[in-house]
């Protein structure tokens, strides 16, 4: 971005909490110059869709959001969120699998699950400006 001459903006760092994704969200849209926001869980997407609405943006009319971790809540949201969804128990059990003693082949072998998208009502393509 620098060597387009584009700012950089340095990154928002807090939890995983929906207070810290509203908190983000409120700094993100405040000079409204995106029109999507990927999110690192859940959670913090309620929270930007909350900071979205509080300045009166529609989602996904005017933001797209997109959550990680496809938690059980996330398709009862409003409007249902968009999300990530990786099978975690059976990544920890390959994880866990990799770090006990046996099998060295094991511990070469890539741990290949691929996420899924499940796309839901809070993304679509960006209204015209």
């Given at each position: 971005m620098?060597?387009?001459d ?14 810290f ?10 000079y ?7 999110c690192?869980?859940?959670a ?12 009166g943006?529609?989602v996904p009319g ?5 959550g990680?971790?496809d938690i ?10 968009t ?12 994880c ?14 890539p741990i ?10 809070s993304?679509?393509?960006?209204r015209?400006?």
């Amino acid at each position: 971005m620098s060597d387009r001459d584009m700012p950089v903006v340095p990154p928002i760092l807090g939890d995983w909490t929906a207070d810290f994704g509203y908190h983000a969200g409120r700094e993100l849209l405040r000079y409204r110059d995106c029109t999507a926001i990927f999110c690192s869980n859940d959670a913090m997407a309620l929270g930007v869709m909350h900071a979205a609405r509080s300045y009166g943006l529609d989602v996904p009319g005017d933001l797209s959001v997109v959550g990680y971790d496809d938690i059980p809540e996330a398709k009862h949201l409003w409007p249902p969120l968009t999300t990530v969804q990786v099978d975690f128990p059976e990544l920890g059990r390959r994880c866990v699998e990799q770090l006990l003693p046996g099998d060295d082949a094991a511990m070469l072998r890539p741990i290949d699950l691929v996420p899924q998208l499940v796309v839901r009502g809070s993304t679509s393509a960006p209204r015209k400006r």
